[in-house]
């Protein structure tokens, strides 16, 4: 009898531990973009639309189709790094004022916070805003910020401050994943 449930108990246990090894990364695909140098997670369900003179790419939810992320590449400097630009809070500061509503846009974004995240020797500004629109309902934007080889990587996510709570840990997963190289 002992060993019986010594023997359930070890499997229990067994178990329990393996859970945690399972990746958190299920529902999820990577996209990667060998030519300009960047990848990132997304998740099943989620679409490109054709876009002209502006992102790299954006997809789209099936379901929600406001919920969004893309990526956007510019040029910098040769030379400079993302530090040059300045702090997270500067350089969100300046994104939100020249890309996320850029003036007479009618938009307005709030910078709600700014942190930094250090990946296989590249660092990533991670940024937050609720952003107003003209006439619609107010946006939740994360966005990661790199830059390699002389191209300032933005990849931003999207949705309604009305599904923010629920869709935050998704949209987060998939900016923390976004890597440039």
């Known amino acids: 009898m002992l060993k019986r449930i010594a023997s359930i108990l070890l499997v229990v246990?067994?178990?329990?531990?393996l859970s945690g090894c399972v990746l958190s990364t299920a529902g999820l695909k990577s996209f990667v973009d060998s030519v300009d140098g960047y990848e990132f997670l997304y998740p099943?369900?989620?679409?490109?639309i054709k876009v002209t003179d502006g992102p790299d790419i954006v997809l789209h939810d099936l379901i929600e189709t406001t919920e969004n992320v893309s990526v956007v590449i510019g040029?910098?400097?040769?030379?400079?790094?993302l530090a040059d630009l300045g702090t997270p809070g500067d350089v969100g500061y300046k994104l939100g004022k020249s890309a996320i509503a850029p003036?007479?846009?009618?938009?307005?974004?709030?910078l709600v916070n700014a942190g930094q995240q250090d990946y296989n020797g590249k660092t990533y500004y991670i940024l937050e805003y609720a952003v107003k629109l003209p006439?619609?309902?107010q946006r939740h934007n994360?966005?990661?910020?790199?830059?390699?080889?002389?191209k300032l990587f933005?990849?931003?996510?999207?949705?309604?401050?009305?599904?923010w709570q629920k869709a935050a840990p998704k949209l987060q997963q998939m900016?923390?994943?976004?890597?440039?190289?």
């Open 13 to 17: 246990l067994m178990a329990l531990s």
């Open 44 to 48: 099943n369900g989620w679409l490109p």
């Open 75 to 81: 040029s910098i400097a040769d030379g400079k790094t």
């Open 103 to 110: 003036p007479d846009s009618g938009r307005e974004a709030e």
């Open 135 to 137: 006439n619609q309902q």
């Open 142 to 150: 994360l966005a990661s910020v790199a830059v390699s080889r002389g």
């Open 154 to 163: 933005t990849f931003n996510a999207s949705t309604t401050e009305q599904r």
């Open 175 to 181: 900016v923390k994943s976004f890597t440039v190289y």
